[in-house]
C-alpha cells in the first residue's frame, strides 16, 4: 500500500488543544460522560379509573392538526384520569378526562383537561339520526353500507364508528378553517378525545339556550355565530342540527358542538333545507332574547358564502 495512504501517530491534530484554542477550555473532557444515562423510575400502578395515554396508539391521522396547542399533552409517560360524567345521551356519552404526565427529569409536569365523547356499542345504542343527513356521503365498504342500510347488527356496529368519524373529520376540516369548535385531540374507534371547553372556573361551559346575556353580549355572540356559520358556509356546509342547545357560551365566547351530521350543503339533495332550519332555529332563539334577527336574511347572507 502507498505510503501517502498510511495512518501515521501525526496524521490528527492534537483535538484537546485545538479544543482549548477555540474555547478556553483547560479541561480535559472524560469520555466516559458521553455514555452516562439517567433513569427515573415511574409509577406502573394506575387507578381503576386510569389508563396510560392513548396518544401513540392511534395511527398518525387519528390525532389532531397541526399546529397544535400547547396545552395537548403527548408524552408517552401521561396518564388518562376519568373524573366523571359530562352529558349522557342515546347516541354517545360524553366524559371529562385528564390526561398528565409527572414532572420527568428537566421536563416539567403537564395536564390537561378533555372531553371524551364515547359513542356507543351495538347492544347499549340507538340511533336516532335521519338518513337524511348522510345522503350525498359515501361509504368505501359496500358491505358495510348495506349492513347499515339493513340496520343489522354489523351494520349498527359500522355506524357507530361512522359518525364518530365524521364527526372527527367534521372537527378537523372547521377547526383549521377557524370555525369556533372545540380542538380535536385524537380518535381511537369510537372514542373522540376533544378539547374540553370550562366555565373558567372549573366547570363546563354551560349552553346557549341556558345563559341570559346583557344586550351588548347577545350582539357579540349572535356576530359570532353568523361568523361560525358562514365559515361553515364557506366550505360548502351546514351544521344541520344547529341550535342553542348545541353552542357553548365559553365567557364572551360561544364556541359550536356536537357535528357528527354536518351537511354538504350541494351534495345532500335536504342540503338547503338544513342551512335554513339552521338559519331558523338560531334566529328565533336571538330575536327571543330581544336581538331582531331575520332567518331569510340570514339564510340569504350564508349563500352568498355558498356560490
Not at 385531540?185 to 361551559?205: H, S
Not at 361568523?227 to 348545541?246: K, V
Not at 332574547?289 to 332567518?295: F, H, P, V
Request: hydrophobic content about 35%; proline content about 5%.
Amino acid at each position: 500500500m502507498s505510503s501517502e495512504y498510511e495512518l501515521t501517530d501525526n496524521y490528527f491534530p492534537d483535538l484537546d488543544s485545538r479544543w482549548s484554542e477555540l474555547t478556553g477550555d483547560e479541561s480535559q473532557p472524560d469520555p466516559a460522560d458521553a455514555f452516562v444515562f439517567k433513569f427515573h423510575s415511574v409509577d406502573e400502578q394506575l387507578g381503576p379509573d386510569q389508563r396510560w395515554s392513548t396518544w401513540l396508539d392511534v395511527e398518525r391521522g387519528s390525532r389532531g392538526p397541526e399546529p397544535r396547542p400547547s396545552w395537548v399533552v403527548t408524552e408517552q409517560a401521561a396518564i388518562d384520569t376519568e373524573l366523571g360524567v359530562l352529558k349522557t345521551g342515546k347516541e354517545a356519552d360524553v366524559f371529562l378526562v385528564e390526561r398528565a404526565v409527572e414532572a420527568i427529569g428537566d421536563n416539567p409536569a403537564k395536564s390537561s383537561l378533555l372531553a371524551a365523547k364515547r359513542y356507543r356499542t351495538e347492544e347499549h345504542r340507538s340511533f336516532h339520526r335521519s338518513t337524511s343527513y348522510v345522503e350525498g356521503r359515501r361509504t368505501r365498504n359496500s358491505r358495510d353500507s348495506r349492513a347499515m342500510q339493513k340496520k343489522t347488527a354489523h351494520g349498527r356496529s359500522v355506524a357507530a364508528g361512522h359518525w364518530a368519524y365524521a364527526e372527527w373529520d367534521a372537527l378537523n376540516r372547521l377547526w383549521k378553517a377557524g370555525v369556533p369548535v372545540p380542538y380535536p385531540v385524537q380518535i381511537d374507534g369510537i372514542e373522540l378525545l376533544m378539547e374540553f371547553i370550562d366555565d373558567g372556573e372549573g366547570g363546563a361551559a354551560p349552553r346557549l339556550a341556558q345563559v341570559r346575556p346583557s344586550k351588548e353580549l347577545l350582539g357579540q355572540y349572535f356576530e359570532q355565530v353568523r361568523g361560525g356559520m358562514r365559515e361553515l358556509a364557506r366550505a360548502g356546509l351546514a351544521h344541520g342540527d344547529l341550535s342553542p342547545y348545541n353552542v357553548l357560551a365559553q365567557g364572551d365566547r360561544i364556541v359550536m358542538i356536537d357535528l357528527p351530521q354536518v351537511v354538504d350543503i350541494v351534495g345532500n339533495p335536504k342540503g338547503m333545507d338544513f342551512l335554513m332550519r339552521d338559519c331558523h332555529n338560531m334566529a328565533t332563539w336571538f330575536t327571543n332574547r330581544g336581538l331582531e334577527i331575520d332567518d331569510q336574511e340570514l339564510f340569504a347572507d350564508l349563500l352568498t358564502m355558498v356560490y
